[in-house]
């Protein structure tokens, strides 16, 4: 397989991701609306008779699949003004919902329901005991690091973390939070474990998906590799710093943000279905976290916030393509000979050779550097800050 060395961005193949008014993802402090499609320009997509057309495996086409059926039926969040419910109105359902008589487990009950400043439609939740978790940790550091949905790409937030990590702006007392993949890393960086050694998991997660098919089993696959690789008192290590963001079905979809945990098993649960793409981790539309009918936490907060005052946010995507703003690190920081969007939607969807793994993390290791030379640590990180939960 070729390397991101020898895959230009302009190849007229890449995946465009078109901003639209129909399908959305939501991140805390902006709004961005996106849609996949794999369509190009009329010019750009007259080939030959004799050039063969693109070939894709079934992975990569069960996920865009799924992917583009989930998106559409977001896409109704996206209202006019005038048909859209107060903030106010949703508040109440949920709260009602919560506090109904069958769901009187206080530490269940969401306490916090909070409307992102920038576009009132979207609300993200926590329970009491996540607000609780936050509270009990009140010294940390700022700023906070948010990891994208990244989908099997997360070798490139592991080589991200490292970097990192080195260089000291994560500590144990960074906050974090996470989608998909971001949330998988989050966890993996609670947990105390190398990123190298994540890697070499990731590794064996690779090579049973390449062996035996990733779509309808990816979910069991990676369950498995992560009850072998994360500590017993992960959960412990993760409460009140990690976040992880969920879609939770309602009549109409929530951001929910998880950041205390029960159990080891209940952090796995987590990120699990933090990554669930309908349909293709596991053969069900859905999956179900704590009673609640979620899916993939991307399609709804596709970066969340952390806890701390300033969160800078890690894209495995490069923006150019995309059309995000606001992000810290991401492929754009060195857009020079790296692999097209389209090839790097397919290395999310289907896990790509091991060396184009070992390639992903050196790049992350290399945007991520690239980025602490421009805001040294001793400008960027404020140490022993205590942060209000409200």
Not at 171 to 188: D, F, Y
Not at 258 to 270: R, V
Not at 334 to 341: G, H, I, K, L, W
Request: charged fraction near 30%; glycine fraction near 6%; aromatic fraction near 8%.
């Amino acid at each position: 397989m070729a390397s991101p060395a020898s895959l230009n961005l302009k190849n007229p193949n890449f995946l465009r991701l078109r901003t639209t008014s129909k399908t959305c993802y939501r991140m805390a402090s902006k709004r961005f609306t996106v849609r996949f499609s794999t369509e190009t320009q009329e010019k750009e997509t007259k080939k030959s008779k004799d050039e063969p057309a693109e070939k894709r495996s079934l992975a990569v086409a069960t996920g865009e699949f799924f992917l583009g059926i989930a998106a559409r039926l977001l896409k109704y969040r996206v209202l006019r003004d005038d048909e859209r419910r107060t903030f106010e109105d949703d508040r109440k359902d949920r709260f009602s919902r919560v506090f109904s008589p069958k769901n009187n487990k206080d530490d269940e009950d969401i306490a916090s329901v909070t409307k992102d400043e920038i576009d009132p439609s979207v609300l993200w939740e926590q329970r009491r005991k996540d607000v609780d978790a936050e509270r009990e940790r009140r010294t940390i550091t700022s700023p906070g690091f948010s990891f994208s949905a990244a989908g099997l790409l997360f070798p490139y937030h592991l080589g991200v973390a490292q970097c990192l990590i080195e260089k000291g702006y994560l500590t144990e007392n960074t906050p974090l939070a996470g989608s998909s993949a971001g949330a998988i890393v989050c966890a993996v960086i609670a947990s105390g474990k190398s990123m190298k050694e994540a890697l070499r998991a990731t590794k064996v997660l690779a090579e049973d998906c390449r062996s035996n098919g990733t779509a309808f089993r990816l979910g069991a696959v990676l369950r498995g590799v992560l009850e072998k690789f994360l500590p017993d008192d992960v959960h412990i290590k993760a409460s009140g710093r990690i976040r992880v963001a969920i879609t939770q079905v309602f009549r109409s979809p929530i951001a929910l943000l998880i950041d205390q945990f029960d159990s080891k098993e209940d952090l796995i649960n987590a990120v699990i279905t933090s990554s669930f793409i309908p349909g293709y981790l596991a053969p069900t539309p859905v999956t179900i976290f704590r009673n609640r009918i979620c899916i993939d936490g991307g399609l709804t907060l596709f970066m969340p916030p952390t806890c701390a005052d300033n969160t800078i946010r890690v894209c495995a995507f490069p923006l150019s393509r995309l059309g995000l703003q606001g992000i810290g690190i991401s492929p754009d920081c060195y857009p020079e000979n790296r692999a097209s969007a389209r090839q790097l939607f397919n290395w999310a969807l289907e896990p790509a050779d091991d060396d184009i793994l070992d390639e992903l993390f050196d790049l992350g290791y290399r945007d991520a550097n690239i980025w602490t030379k421009q805001n040294p640590v001793e400008d960027i990180v404020k140490p022993n800050m205590v942060v209000e939960v409200l």
